[in-house]
C-alpha cells in the first residue's frame, strides 16, 4: 500500500476519500509508505504535477489542473527568497490543496449525482469553486458575512452558489457540514487531501534551490494547512534522505488572532469580539486543527511570531514598493520576519524564504 488516510489521534483508517473527519472527531492525515526520487519528477511539466508520482491516489487521467505550482521562487537579497505562490490561477496557494483534492475526488461525486460544499473566509472559496468549475461539478460555498468583496465577487464567477453566514468563521463551518441530500462536504480545512496537495510547495523550494535547503521559512497560519502541509512536505523530503533537516518554520501570525502563538509560548489567548485587522484572510480565532499544529510545530523545532497592525500595513507597503503586490495577509510574513531581524532574532546572512500566499488585487485597501 503506497498510503494511507487515518486518523491524527486514535490512528483508524477513513474508511473513504471523501470522509475528513475520524469518529472520534479528529482530523484525518495522510501518510505516504514510500520515498521522494528526483529521478521520478516529470521534468517538462512546469506545474505543480510534475510530481504527479507522489499523489498516488489521483489517476493522471483524472487530473484537473489550471497550472497551478511551480511558481517563481525570487532571490531578493542577501540571503532573502521570496516564493511567489500568490501568482496561482485563483491567486493564491490554495489552489495546491483544490487540484489535489478536486482531481481525487470529481468522479466519486460526479458518479453519486452530487455537489460540493465547502466554507472558506475568501481565498479557499474562490479555489474550491474555480476548479470545480474545470471539473464541472456543482458547488456552494459558506462565506462569512465580512467576506471581502474581491473574494465574494470571483467565488460567484466562477458559477459557486455563496452562501453568507452570520456568526464566527466556526459557524460558517457548522453550516457548510450541515448534512442535505447529495452534498459531499470537501472543507480545505479538514479534508486531509486538500492539506496533503500543500506539501508540493516544500518540494517545488528544494527543488528551485538546486536541492539545498533554506535556514528559514516564514509562512503566515491561520487554520494551518499552508503550515501543515509545508511541514509535511519537507519531512517527507528528510525520510527520503533528499535532504537532511527540516528548515526552521516560522508560523507568523497577527495580534489579533493567534491561537498558535499563544499555545506555542504557554501564553493565555482571549480572541478579540470582533476582528479588524487588515490581514483579512487569517480569521481562525479558534482553529480545528490547533492541537495538530502545535504537535507539528514542536516536533519540528519550528518558532510563533506575532505582528501588530502598524507592522503589516509597513510590510505589505514595502513589498509593494518592491514591485510584490500581495495580500496583507502575506505581509504578516515579511513583518514577522523584519521584527526577527530587528530583535537579532535571525540574521541576513541566513538563506530564508518568505511564502506570499496571497495577491493584493483581492484587498479592498486604498492607497
Known amino acids: 500500500m503506497k498510503y494511507e488516510i487515518k486518523c491524527s489521534k486514535c490512528s483508524r483508517m477513513s474508511p473513504s476519500m471523501v470522509d475528513f473527519e475520524c ?12 520515498g521522494f526520487e528526483r529521478k521520478k519528477i516529470r521534468k517538462r511539466n512546469y506545474s505543480l504535477w510534475r510530481y504527479v508520482n507522489f499523489f498516488p491516489y489521483v489517476k493522471e ?8 505550482g511551480w ?5 531578493f537579497s542577501d540571503g532573502l527568497y521570496f516564493k511567489l505562490d500568490q501568482l496561482n490561477p485563483t491567486g493564491s496557494f490554495k489552489d495546491r490543496g483544490s487540484t489535489v483534492l478536486i482531481s481525487a475526488l470529481h468522479k466519486l461525486v460526479k458518479k453519486a449525482g452530487g455537489y460540493i460544499s465547502e466554507d472558506s473566509s475568501g481565498n479557499a472559496g474562490a479555489s474550491i469553486a474555480a476548479y470545480a468549475a474545470r471539473a464541472g461539478l456543482n458547488a456552494k460555498v459558506y462565506v462569512p458575512e465580512s467576506v471581502s468583496g474581491p473574494k465574494f465577487n470571483q467565488i460567484k464567477f466562477y458559477g459557486a452558489q455563496v452562501v453568507k453566514v452570520s456568526g464566527g468563521r466556526n459557524k460558517v463551518a457548522e453550516e457548510a457540514q450541515k448534512p442535505e441530500k447529495r452534498k459531499f462536504y470537501v472543507g480545505h480545512i479538514l479534508h486531509p487531501l486538500f492539506r496533503d496537495g500543500i506539501r508540493s510547495l516544500a518540494y517545488e523550494i528544494v527543488e528551485q534551490l538546486s536541492w539545498h535547503v533554506p535556514e528559514r521559512i516564514y509562512l503566515p497560519v491561520s487554520a494551518g494547512t499552508l503550515f501543515l502541509g509545508v511541514i509535511s512536505g519537507f519531512k517527507h523530503l528528510v525520510e527520503s534522505n533528499v535532504i537532511e533537516t527540516i528548515p526552521k518554520i516560522v508560523a507568523c501570525q497577527t495580534k489579533q488572532v493567534s491561537p498558535l502563538y499563544h499555545r506555542f509560548k504557554n501564553l493565555s489567548y482571549t480572541p478579540p469580539e470582533r476582528i479588524t485587522s487588515i490581514a483579512d484572510a487569517l480569521v481562525s480565532v479558534n482553529p480545528p486543527l490547533l492541537n495538530l499544529m502545535l504537535k507539528r510545530l514542536r516536533e519540528a523545532n519550528g518558532d510563533a511570531v506575532i505582528v501588530e497592525e502598524d507592522e ?15 495580500e496583507p495577509s502575506s505581509a504578516v510574513a515579511y513583518a514577522a520576519y523584519k521584527k526577527q531581524l ?11 524564504v518568505i ?10 485597501l486604498e492607497p
Open 355 to 364: 511564502i506570499l500566499t496571497g495577491t493584493g488585487l483581492k484587498t479592498t
Open 23 to 34: 469518529s472520534c472527531g479528529s482530523p484525518f492525515e495522510t501518510h505516504l509508505h514510500f
Open 61 to 68: 487521467k483524472e487530473i484537473m489542473s489550471l497550472g497551478e
Open 71 to 75: 511558481t517563481p521562487l525570487i532571490k
Open 342 to 352: 530587528k530583535n537579532q532574532e535571525t540574521s541576513k546572512d541566513n538563506k530564508t
Open 312 to 326: 503589516i500595513f509597513h510590510a505589505f507597503m514595502e513589498l509593494a514598493g518592491k514591485g510584490l503586490f500581495v
